[in-house]
């Protein structure tokens, strides 16, 4: 999926794409580390924390989708009269 996408909620997708491509270049360089990046990423703590930060900036934005969806509404209802 694009990065640009309206309907995208997943804010991680740039952080993502930055570990790849520091992943692509590392391993370019010594596949050793690379399997080292890729154990390190593959950790309890590491792995948590993402989904952790996945669930919570989900939950942000819905909510912040819908505080925009309210202040719309309210624009178009009391201060325009729609």
Not at 55 to 65: F, H, P, V
């Amino acid at each position: 999926k694009s990065i640009f996408e309206r309907d995208r909620r997943d804010w991680l997708v740039i952080p993502d794409a930055v570990a790849a491509y520091i992943y692509e270049a590392v391993n370019k360089m010594s596949p050793r580390a690379g399997q080292f990046l890729v154990d390190i990423s593959q950790t309890t703590v590491v792995s948590g924390t993402r989904n952790f930060l996945i669930r919570e900036t989900a939950r942000l934005t819905i909510l912040a989708e819908q505080l925009m969806e309210k202040i719309k509404n309210l624009w178009y209802t009391k201060v325009q009269g729609y």
